[in-house]
């Protein structure tokens, strides 16, 4: 029958804020085993696994010497995450911080708000043309967004994940290199897994990520406005003005616009007076076309990454 027994500490033993906790165990199998299966053996210890009578410790070294070729004698090194070292990166990548590269990431968009004045902290004025109206050729301007590549490593990952995660916005805050992202703000544009092998042939995966980081969000935003307008019945009419400046609904009434009325959030008209309208503050659309998810199973580091490259590629 396949054994193993440890010599266990009567207590851990405290180094300021560092802990190393050496354990001694024996081995003993039913079959004659090598140097290459040893390790790899069901009852032996893994790296990184957790020491069963302590908290915060992991398995981050190990040293082996057969006695006999079915009975051999570990040394095993557990330590707390102060403690770990480059080489213990090396042999548990799980551990390490995340490596990660911040771009800019322009995009083409229509704008329709303005800064007033130098004072004003976020666009609120809506772009008309000195008649009031909306410009024909709407402004297109370039707007700085974040793209974040992040590579960390996990010990076990599902690759049927990787298409619930893809293409999908945040559903939750989200935490790493030590900075909060709010819901919706975040986009996974790229996700692939890859299985690495540790020196001491143990199996993690690396997980590479694009992320598109975007403080207004992703949804569609755009001016209510239209050609047509719900009447007091719930039904879409066209809308018309009159030779006073007022805008109807009556068919019989007017001549249709020539360019788009601003609409209230239920699609109706926001005023019927033309004069009025120009006054006062547009709704705007907000419509969500990416699909949420819940991003905690991708067990990205909150901690601050080891690599930050800012700039362009």
Known sequence: MDTITYDWPDKIPMNDK?????VTAHVRTDMIMTVDNIRKFAIVPKYGSSYPYGKNLFLYDMDYTPITGNYWQFKLKYANKHKITEKNEIDSPWLKRPEIRYNPDPVMIVAYKYYENDAATIPKKVILNSAGSFFNDPAVIQRMRRKIEMTWWVRKFNDEWIDNFWNTINLKSMVFDGKTYQPKTLWLTHLNSNTIYTPHGVECIELEAEIIHDNEG?????????????????????VRIDDEGNYTLDKDKGIPVTEPVLLNKDGRLLSKSAIEMMKMTPFYTDMRYLPLADWNSLAIPKMKANLKFMGMK
Do not use: P
């Not at 560092?18 to 050496?22: A, K, P, R, S």
């Open 18 to 22: 560092n802990i190393i906790l050496e």
């Open 218 to 238: 992703f949804n569609y935003k755009v001016v209510q406005a239209g050609f047509n307008a719900l009447d007091s019945d719930g039904k879409y009419r066209q």
